[in-house]
């Protein structure tokens, strides 16, 4: 007997990985210098900074910029909490985090995403 297929599990992580992956795929298309960073996804910082709990860690010597997703996702506030707005959040934190690693602002990173016509 063949039962038919199960539809692929989607988990929080899962969610969140995707996220993060699709903005830093766009930022690295749009920026040479962040082409051979390596986006990561830690679950916790191994430890807090004088601002508390840190979001992401963006090692330039290292050429990697780290996400952390329990921060982000269970410290941010959201004025709504759907699946829209849960990667929105996501994503606006992979855009802080890089441009912290070009110590640029974040506006600059994606202008004409959010320019209208």
Sequence with gaps: MVRPPLPPLETRVDRFDLAVGTAAEFLRSAWPELRDVSFEVGDMPPST????????????????????????????????DDDLHRRMMVESSVFRAAAEYLGRDPWDLGPERFRFF
């Design 49 to 80: 900074d004088d601002d508390g709990i840190p979001r992401w860690r963006a090692l330039t010597d290292e050429k990697r910029i780290i996400m952390y997703r329990l921060p982000i996702e269970r410290l941010s506030h959201l004025h709504r």
